[in-house]
């Protein structure tokens, strides 16, 4: 059935180091993207939106520049943490939806030393 | 705005026991409801849905919740428990029938003790 991956699934990066994490949907074609953090002992909270092939919608107090979001395809959802701190270490989860279906990505854990 | 209190972070319960996950929202309009179980290394997955009509909802694997709009609640529950339900369990809640804008809460953990 379908199913959304992400890669990679931890990441242990330099502080001033960019790293990406890729979501990609397999036999499903997710028209829209959601990017989540979720800190520990909090809830998830929305990043940003992105529909395949336009610019992403962030959500107040999300810097733009910083976190990157490509959309380029029906299967492949990118989000660049450019110029990564301590306090962009979290969680990053993405979710995929097409009309009603949905599939959430099973998370990447970014901690930036 | 919307928002989400899961009151319980872990709620470990004996296998074959019954168990009640307890989820209250605040919004200032109509609510669809959510309840997604995340099992480790896996993504969140839906577990069941109130968009309207009868307030006890039916999901998988034997859980079932009941909305009460005078309480704002949205329990979770399941009479008898598995060693196979040990997940995070979290509520959500959209304004919008599409589930597009999910406000989650922060997820309750439940262990089954064998």
């Known amino acids: 059935g379908a199913v959304v991956s992400q890669h990679p699934s931890w990441v242990i990066c330099k502080s001033g180091t960019s790293v990406k994490i890729e979501c990609r949907s397999l036999d499903f074609q997710a028209t829209t993207m959601f990017w989540y953090r979720q800190f520990p002992k909090q809830s998830l909270m929305l990043m940003a939106t992105s529909n395949e092939g336009s610019k992403a919608t962030y959500e107040q107090g999300v810097e733009k520049d910083k976190f990157l979001i490509n959309h380029a395809s029906l299967t492949l959802s990118t989000l660049t943490v450019t110029s990564a701190h301590p306090e962009d270490s979290s969680f990053y989860i993405c979710r995929g939806t097409s009309g009603e279906m949905q599939y959430f990505g099973p998370g990447t854990r970014l901690t930036v030393t | 705005a919307q928002s989400v209190t899961q009151l319980d972070s872990q709620v470990p319960v004996f296998e074959e026991a019954p168990v009640e996950l307890r989820c209250n929202y605040s919004?200032?309009?109509?609510?669809?409801l959510f309840w997604y179980v995340q099992y480790p290394n896996q993504g969140l997955q839906l577990l069941l849905k109130y968009l309207s009509g009868s307030t006890l909802v039916k999901g998988i694997n034997g859980f079932e919740a009941e909305f009460n709009k005078s309480q704002t609640s949205f329990h979770l529950r399941k009479p008898s428990v598995h060693i196979s339900d040990t997940a995070e369990y979290f509520c959500a809640v959209s304004e919008d029938f599409g589930n597009e804008k999910l406000t989650f809460g922060t997820g309750t953990r439940l262990t089954i003790i064998p």
């Open positions: 919004s200032s309009v109509s609510v669809y």
